[in-house]
Every structure is written in C-alpha cells, then in structure tokens.
C-alpha cells in the first residue's frame, strides 16, 4: 500500500510496498520512486478530483509491470485529499486470461481450418488453402508437400500474406532431415533437432531469406499419410515453442484428413468414370444404311445409369445383320447398373451366333440363373439389315414390351413377338417376328419406365401404351434421332418433376436414300440418306 498527497508527496509507504519499491519512503515524491505508469496515474487522479472532496471515493484501476511481474493499482480517495494505491499482484490472473485468449483463439482458428479444408474435395484446393492458413497463422512460410509421384515431389508452398504456388520438384526426401519420416507418417522430429542451414533451396520459397527454424511435421490421412507439412521462420525471429509445434501438429491432423479425403475422392471419382464409361449407353449412328438413334434418363436425375440398357453390335461382315440390344433390369441404380454391364458383356461374347435370338437368349438365361443374383431381366433383340431400299428386321422380345412399327403413313403396328423373361426361369420361349421397313419408316424399341410414367394434369395418370402410339404417329417420316426426342420429350412433359422408372428407347429406320449407280456398270452401287 501507498498513500500520497494532492502534492505527490509519499505520505505512507507499508512494509510490503517498501520491499516492492525500495526507493519509496515517507516524504519523497512519488515521481522516481515508484514506475512511471503508477506516478503519471497519481497525477491523472489527482487532476481530476475536486480540490477539496467532502467524502472518501475508489477511482478506476491501473496496471504495470514491476520487474517480472504484473500489478493492479486500485486507488480510494481519502477525505484529507490523498489517494491510498493498493497494490494487487494479478500475473497469474494474467497469465491464465493470457492463455485463455490464445486457447480460444487457436480453437477458432481449428474450427475455421476444419471449415474450409472440408468445404471442397480438390486435392490441389486442399494443399493450396494447407500452405496459405499455415503461412498465415503458424510461420513466416509453408510447404505442404504430397508423397512423392515418379521420383518428383508435388509441393505448394506459400509466404506469409502471399498466394500459394504449384511446383514438382525432382528431389529425394532424405535430402531434408525428418521429411521422408514425416511423409511415412512417422511421429515429428522436434525444431530443435533440425539444422536451418541443412533446408535445400527448393524446400525455402523464392524471396525468403535465411531460414531461422524449421518444424517438419506428417499430415496423418485416412490408413496412408497424406503428406507433411513443413513451417519456416526467418532468422532473427523466435524459434518455435513446444506449445506452437504440439499447435502445429493439431493443425496438420485436420488438414492431413481433409486432404486424404479430397485423395480417395479422386480415385474413386476416377474408378467411376472409368466403370461408367462401359456402363453408359453408347452413341448411336447410321451402321450399314441403316439409321439408329437412342435415348436414356435414369430414374433419378443425379445418376447417370441404371436398369435399362441398348447396345448396336455392327455385323462383322458386310451384307450381315446387325444386332440391336435394349433390355431392362429389375430395379434400379447402381445394383440393377452392374447387371447390365454383366448381361451387356454376356451378349457381346455370344455375337457369333447372333443369327439365333432363341439360343442367345437361353444361354444368357442359364448364365442368370447359375449367379447368386436374385435380379431378372426383360429383352428385345432386334437384327437388322439393309436390302435395296428396304430394311429387314428380325424382332426377339423376352418378356418385353413388343416393338412399335411407325409406317410411312403414321400407321402404328406393334410387332408380333413375345416370349418370358431372362433370369428367372429355367427355360426362355419365346416366338421371332419378321418386319420390312420401307424407306423413312421405323421401329420403336422401349422400356416400360416410358409407359409407365405417371404424371399429366393430375400427376397421376400412366403415360400409356395408345399415348405413346399416338406420339409415334405425329412422327411418320421424321428420322430416328427426331423420333426418339420427340418420345423423350413428351414422356419428361408429362412426368414433370415426379418420380418415374429409368427410360430408355431406340428407333430403327430406313433412311430415306437414293442409290448411286455403279461407276463401272457392274459392282454394287450405294445408298446415300
């Protein structure tokens, strides 16, 4: 405790503030013998308090520091106009607020690194966002770099306010010490076991400087490490403490997952598109002179396959017939997707004897029945063929909806085929219909997601087997890609934005052409569309 007058005189100094002030006594100034932040307070208080005060009053606080430590002066007022200063020793209060500040502070810091490591899925956006938060927070730079990809290691590296740069770099990780255990994912050398002067030229960012410390520590990922992540401070700056390493490596957690993460992503968005590109219904195109088109929507606008599928298999000699495939799996999604692919290279081996729809089917039907899957399938085969201007079709169904015969005049016939379903009887009957196409008429091959779509005015009417027949007779002398947009445009109309089956439909026709006469006189000529 302190007591001094309107005059800032000492008029009291307790034993405690002796010890603490050993140059304050009773009598001397306050000014040169206790810190300057505690006399110019004196003298701010003493400014702003009446000259003569009628009752004792605490004024507000200050605080300072006293050699090592941190104190409160708390002033009162006394009715004789000087001013008792009780001192309070608050640096462990301090340094608990002290620490609690940062705490919170690197806890937000976490959260918002989680945020926005886990917002994307990119492994370069990833690596980019690890070195510039890193740069930003923990170091004067960072290198984040990724296990090594044909003897080069990838690396971002980035300086504190500035943007993270890209680079391969042809370099063993033996070069720096802790790196290549860092990348295995192997606990972190501490700061201090690592030579700053050892840091290759590729491991320091361009403009830099001299490297002062460096902390190497892994990215842990999801079973496999998913990099490491290397802070650099400058020379003539503090070192790293314990504290900020133990910070850096909780840091390095959240970003290790959420590039691991962005990793496997890759790789199986890769793994997809190379299983979906089997899976996808191929493009379709004049074959022989004879025009296909075909069209599919899954039965959620998310997926890109499903249960129905078509396939055109050109013939292998000219003047044969090709073979058209469209068929619907029972379900939908992935699972009905991977029977298709199967059913699609089933069929695609059997094309020797394409000749014979019943003994392709009946193969295909004990190939079914012998898997451990419980799924079954409807199918219609149609061969096709080009002679003069007409084209011949042979038409299979196996317990699917028979095909749609549009005539040059809007007739619409459906053709005399039926037969059961593949998959789930021991044995396949079924019964072949023969069909002329004359020169701009077509065959309309379907799924039942076409007309079993529910939708129109009321949301709940079928589209229909004579809605679908009707659209078809509007489409007489309209080539096959014109037809199958026209169905599928119809068919999205009525079903809206409801749920519906997978829809699939392939059109067959007979080109409008002229024949161009043999140059010679003697050889086949050929048809133009």
Known sequence: ??????????????????????????????????????????????????????????????????????????????????????????????????????ERKRTAFLGEASNVLLSSLNLERCMDVTAQMAAEHLADAAVVIAPSRR??????????????????????????????????????????????????????????????SIVITPLPGHGVPAGALVLLRRAGGSGFTDGEEVFARLFAARAGAAMSAARLY????????????????????????????????????????????????????????????????????????????????????????ADDHQRMLSLLNSALLNTHNARFATLVLASAVREGAAVKLRLTSAGHPAPLILRADGTVEEAATHGTLVGALPAVTTETAEVTLAPGETCVLYTDGITEARGGPLGGAMFGDSRLQRVLAQCAGMPAEAVVERVQMLASEWVGGGRHDDMAVVAISAPRSNHLTAVDGHTRGRFTA
């Open 1 to 102: 405790m302190l007591v001094a007058d309107g005059q800032g005189i000492l008029v009291l100094v307790n034993e405690v503030a002796g010890l603490l002030f050993p140059q304050a006594r009773a009598g001397a100034p306050i000014s040169g013998t206790v810190p300057a932040w505690l006399s110019e307070a004196h003298a701010r208080h003493l400014a702003s308090t009446p000259a003569r005060p009628s009752a004792a009053g605490a004024g507000a606080l200050v605080q300072g520091p006293v050699c090592d430590r941190s104190y409160e002066a708390h002033p009162t007022v006394r009715g004789d106009g000087t001013v008792v200063w009780w001192l309070v020793d608050d640096t462990d209060h301090r340094l608990a607020r002290e620490a609690l500040r940062m």
């Open 151 to 212: 003897r080069e290691l990838p690396l971002v590296a980035c300086l504190r306010s500035g943007m993270p740069v890209a680079s391969q770099v042809a370099a063993h990780p033996d070069a720096v010490p802790g790196l290549a255990e860092a990348l295995q994912g192997f606990p972190p050398v501490p700061s201090r076991w690592i030579d700053p002067a050892t840091a290759p030229a590729w491991l320091v960012p361009e403009g830099f400087g001299t490297v002062g």
């Open 266 to 353: 890759a790789e199986q968005a890769s793994i997809s598109e190379t299983l979906m590109r089997d899976l996808l219904p191929p493009s379709l195109h004049q074959v022989s002179g004879v025009e296909y088109a075909g069209g599919y929507r899954p039965s959620a606008d998310h997926e890109r396959i499903g249960g129905d599928f078509y396939d055109v298999h050109p013939a292998a000699v000219a003047g044969e017939a090709s073979l058209v495939v469209l068929g619907d799996v029972c379900g939908k999604g992935l699972e009905a997707a991977v029977l298709t692919g199967k059913i699609r290279n089933s069929l695609h081996a059997l094309l020797p004897m």
